[in-house]
């Protein structure tokens, strides 16, 4: 039974990550705009039904790496023992996820490129990453010592932690003559220096 659920779950992945790369090929070749669901279907070879079980619309197929690796970000997280400072569980996480990073992937890169020519995908974007900061804010929170202003110190600590790893992210990609997991080191010690 276990062998079959294991099989299960590794072709539900494998069909979802085959619709992301497609969806992505497709738009970098005929243009976001061009691009349906269906042709992304098509594409793939599976139903537009298929398709419908994996994402909701073609935004969501596109930025699903992205999704994955903040979810993995997430949950280095709370991996991170409980006592922890915020803001050093944090930077542990990050350089735990950006230390497999240090070359630029191909489809990852395509990606980036379609969201700088395209706002509808930085306004999904910034929706994506709104939901990741809420959950981030709630996993500092549980850390820091209760008080009137916890709430907030955890809001600032989760959105200065994603845009101070967004900007270094981006940066790499436009100056990828440094190791991602020293810039992303870099930006965060910018953030703590006073």
């Known amino acids: 039974m276990d062998t079959t659920v294991g099989r299960r779950e590794r072709k539900k992945a494998a069909t979802r990550q085959t619709l992301h790369e497609v969806a992505l090929r497709l738009a970098a070749e005929q243009g976001l705009d061009r691009v349906t669901v269906e042709a992304i279907a098509d594409a793939a070879d599976v139903s537009r039904r298929t398709f ?10 596109l ?25 050093t569980a944090l ?4 350089e735990q996820l950006t230390a497999a990073s240090d070359y630029l992937d191909p489809l990852w890169l395509a ?5 700088r020519a395209h706002p509808s995908l930085a306004a999904y974007q910034i929706t994506v990453y709104g939901t990741v900061e809420r959950e981030l804010t709630a996993e500092i929170c549980r850390r820091l010592p209760e008080s009137p202003e916890a709430p907030l110190r955890a809001r600032v600590l989760a959105a200065g932690f994603l845009n ?5 992210t981006q940066h790499w990609i436009d100056h990828p003559d440094r190791p991602l997991t020293e810039l992303v080191h870099d930006a965060f010690t910018y953030l703590t220096d006073r």
């Open 91 to 94: 930077s542990r996480a990050a």
């Open 52 to 61: 419908s079980n994996y994402f909701a619309n073609k935004e969501e197929a």
């Open 164 to 168: 101070a790893l967004r900007a270094a």
């Open 63 to 87: 930025f699903h790496a992205d999704l994955v690796r903040i979810r993995r970000l997430l949950e280095l997280v709370r991996a991170r023992p409980a006592d922890e400072h915020p803001w």
């Open 111 to 115: 990606q980036r490129r379609l969201i």
